[in-house]
């Protein structure tokens, strides 16, 4: 669950912010990511890696599943009309980040 720090929403695992909605199209050049379909605690690609080529909807992202404060997993690619995103559970945090600054903006 989150909590309210100066009538700001923070998540209960990272202590930062609740995200607002960013919405990015792209014009010109597609933007090159790294994509990983499993990244561990660690920050090693595990599983599908790779890179990704960007269209003009897209960005890059980096998906990440804490416990408390302490990264379990992740994920990064591309991304259609990408939504930055904290969400709390019970026990988990997940957290979406995207950007679209810079070819390979979304290492983890």
Same mark, same amino acid.
Not at 1 to 14: E, F, K, S
Not at 43 to 57: D, I, K, L, M, Y
Not at 74 to 100: A, D, I, W
């Given at each position: 669950?989150? &909590?309210?720090?100066?009538? #700001?929403?923070?998540?209960?695992?990272?202590?930062?912010?609740?995200?607002?909605?960013?919405?990015?199209?792209?014009?010109?050049?597609?933007? &090159?990511?790294?994509?990983?379909?499993?990244?561990?605690? $660690?920050?090693?690609?595990? $599983?599908?890696?790779?890179?990704?080529?960007?269209?003009?909807?897209?960005?890059?992202?980096?998906?990440? #599943?804490?416990?408390?404060?302490?990264?379990?997993?992740?994920?990064?690619?591309?991304?259609?009309?990408?939504?930055?995103?904290?969400?709390?559970?019970?026990? &988990?945090?997940?957290?979406?980040?995207?950007?679209? $600054?810079? $070819?390979?903006?979304?290492?983890?």
């Amino acid at each position: 669950m989150g &909590y309210i720090l100066n009538g #700001v929403p923070w998540c209960c695992a990272t202590g930062q912010p609740w995200g607002g909605v960013m919405i990015s199209w792209r014009v010109g050049s597609a933007l &090159y990511c790294f994509h990983c379909d499993r990244v561990n605690a $660690s920050g090693v690609c595990v $599983s599908g890696e790779r890179f990704c080529e960007t269209t003009a909807t897209e960005q890059c992202y980096v998906k990440k #599943v804490y416990e408390g404060t302490t990264v379990l997993f992740g994920y990064q690619g591309c991304r259609n009309l990408c939504f930055p995103f904290m969400g709390c559970s019970h026990k &988990y945090t997940v957290e979406l980040t995207c950007c679209n $600054s810079s $070819s390979f903006c979304n290492k983890f």
